[in-house]
């Protein structure tokens, strides 16, 4: 069955910098939309960017000029590169990306089990 797995969330100081990364692995026909979602405590979870499969991207206002998403379609891996982190990043950062399994050519959303990140002096 298809896995996303997320790695790289720890506790960091403001201003300072991590990288998140999640990989997916089991019967992988084809990915397309892969993104970053967090969600912090008492609250919705949200966009946080969003890469489709030509590399096209998209950012929450929030995180622009901060945040970068990039992908390795040969190791079916996306990454999140978050700088210049503040105390209201701080959240549960979860990964999705829509595959299709097997040969077929539909496109279902799968999760992973979330990586938290806290932001604190």
């Known amino acids: 069955q298809v896995q996303l797995v997320e790695s790289g969330g720890g506790l960091v100081q403001p201003g300072g910098s991590l990288r998140l990364v999640c990989a997916a692995s089991?019967?992988?026909?084809?990915?397309?939309?892969m993104d970053w979602y967090r969600q912090a405590p008492g609250k919705q979870r949200e966009l946080v960017a969003s890469?489709?499969?030509?590399?096209?991207?998209n950012y929450a206002d929030s995180v622009k000029g901060r945040f970068t998403i990039s992908r390795d379609n040969a190791k079916n891996t996306v990454y999140l590169q978050m700088n210049s982190l503040k105390p209201l990043d701080t959240a549960v950062y979860y990964c999705?990306?829509?595959?299709?399994?097997?040969?077929?050519?539909?496109?279902?959303?799968?999760w992973g089990q979330g990586t938290q990140v806290t932001v604190s002096s």
């Open positions: 890469i489709t499969g030509g590399g096209s991207t």
């Open positions: 999705s990306a829509k595959i299709a399994v097997g040969g077929t050519a539909i496109f279902y959303d799968y």
């Open positions: 089991g019967p992988i026909f084809s990915i397309d939309a």
